[in-house]
């Protein structure tokens, strides 16, 4: 008798691989969107610390001035412009800082050092203007802070 495989065995076999196959290869496009959306939460993370920073390092009483005012990011992150959409279409995200209409009472309570307090948000969309009127799931991400006047 000579060694080997017989047809029932490699039929069998290739059908096991088979499907182990169409099983990790169903996994793959949940994969690639968990990956993709993990990618958007870093960028848009870094876009709130930046734009959170712009905040803290403008005067309280000159807030107006940021809050409102779109800003327009790369792919990466990196900020591209502000006021309007940069006419060459080179911006992936779009943001902006907006007052959701509420005011901090006690400042101290969320351990702000003062008693002129403000709540603000940060709004950012992909592949679209983001708005600060416009309440819907236009926007993939939104985070609020608090900010208060440090008397400086």
């Given amino acids: 008798m000579q060694g080997g ?3 029932v065995e490699v039929t069998l076999s290739i059908g096991i691989i088979s499907v182990a196959f169409v099983a990790i290869y169903g996994l793959l496009p949940v994969s ?8 958007e939460r870093t960028h848009a993370a870094v876009i709130s610390q930046q734009l959170i920073t712009q905040v803290q390092q403008t005067p309280f009483d000159e807030l107006n001035g940021v809050v409102g005012q779109p800003h327009f990011f790369d792919g990466a ?3 591209v412009g502000r006021g309007s959409a940069p006419s060459n279409g080179d911006w992936v995200y779009s943001a902006v800082v907006f007052d959701p209409g509420s005011t901090v009472d ?3 309570a969320l351990g702000l050092t003062s008693s002129r307090g403000n709540m603000l948000a940060v709004r950012i969309a992909r592949n679209r203007e983001v708005t600060t009127t416009r309440r819907d799931e236009s926007h993939f991400f939104q985070l609020a802070f608090a900010v208060a006047d440090s008397g400086l």
């Fill in 5 to 7: 495989f017989s047809l």
């Fill in 32 to 39: 690639l969107e968990t990956a993709r959306k993990a990618m």
């Fill in 77 to 79: 992150g990196v900020l």
């Fill in 106 to 108: 006690n400042a101290q």
